[in-house]
């Protein structure tokens, strides 16, 4: 979690976002799209916390896209680094972290999508043991990745193992 290395007041850059990601993230867990399909919706400045952390019209589109693939999406919202998308298949709940390109001037044309959970196994008390949750990431993962690579107004998605904006 970004928390847990941070320091009270310490303020990240993106560089140091990929540092973090790569040592934490699911291998091939992470999406990049590229698409003029996502624009800044009117008042979206407003809503935002950071200048150009865009994706409410791709919060829009996963949300009424998903629920067709059995992925339930009961609310998104703006965060100070994006956007945050609640995911549920099943039992299995989590985020969707969507980035917009931090290089975008104007409407931004690529959007990264992350799993809120990073790594692979997390401890239970339930079970009292470590579970490992990749197949249930993964399992998201996969279907978003076929959602949006069935939109021909997407040309470009592509799985990645970190953060792919350096």
């Keep these: 979690?970004?928390?847990?290395?941070?320091?009270?007041?310490?303020?990240?850059?993106?560089?140091?976002?990929?540092?973090?990601?790569r040592s934490n993230v699911i291998p091939k867990s992470c999406l990049l799209i590229e698409s003029k399909k996502f624009p800044v919706l009117p008042g979206e400045d407003q809503e935002i916390t950071n200048e150009h952390m865009y994706g409410k019209a791709l919060c829009q589109h996963l949300q009424s896209e998903l629920p067709?693939?059995?992925?339930?999406?009961?609310?998104?919202?703006?965060?100070?680094?994006?956007?945050?998308?609640?995911?549920?298949?099943?039992?299995?709940?989590?985020?969707?972290?969507?980035?917009?390109d931090?290089?975008?001037?104007?409407?931004?044309?690529?959007?990264?999508?992350?799993?809120?959970?990073?790594?692979?196994k997390k401890w239970s008390w339930a079970k009292f043991k470590k579970v490992d949750l990749s197949k249930d990431v993964l399992g998201v993962i996969d279907i978003v990745e076929r959602v949006l690579k069935s939109d021909k107004g997407i040309p470009v998605v592509s799985r990645h193992d970190d953060y792919p904006f350096d």
């Design 68 to 100: 067709l693939v059995g992925i339930n999406v009961p609310t998104y919202c703006s965060e100070d680094w994006g956007w945050w998308l609640d995911v549920e298949r099943g039992n299995f709940k989590m985020g969707l972290c969507i980035y917009s």
């Design 102 to 120: 931090p290089g975008a001037t104007g409407d931004p044309e690529r959007y990264a999508l992350l799993p809120s959970i990073h790594k692979a």
């Design 1 to 21: 979690m970004l928390s847990s290395r941070a320091g009270f007041g310490q303020k990240w850059s993106f560089s140091s976002l990929s540092r973090l990601m």
